[in-house]
């Protein structure tokens, strides 16, 4: 189990613990965080699950792939060196704290 922490552009800071397995994007929506939208439903497809890893988080998710790298150029907030797409970022069982920043707007 891992916390993870969801930041929003306000400052709101909502805590989830998160099975190992389960991506960013659906604990969010099944935690009821808003600024988390998943319209796709975790298939890197639409971008309205766009979030910001926090730096000394980065290096615990796979690199980005192709497809993501592409779907990233769709978000409506401007992208950034930690820029993911929460739906690909999947809790390892490292039982570890992990936090992302959500952007001003997914749409």
Do not use: W
């Amino acid at each position: 189990m891992a916390v993870v922490k969801y930041i929003s552009a306000e400052g709101t800071v909502t805590e989830l613990d998160v099975s190992p397995g389960v991506n960013l994007m659906q604990a969010a929506v099944n935690g009821g965080v808003d600024g988390i939208i998943g319209e796709c439903g975790g298939s890197a497809m639409c971008a309205t699950c766009h979030v910001y890893v926090d730096e000394k988080d980065v290096g615990k998710f796979d690199p980005k792939s192709a497809p993501e790298e592409e779907m990233l150029e769709c978000t409506t907030s401007p992208v950034q060196e930690t820029s993911r797409l929460s739906c690909q970022l999947f809790v390892t069982d490292d039982g570890d704290e992990i936090t992302v920043y959500l952007p001003e707007s997914q749409q």
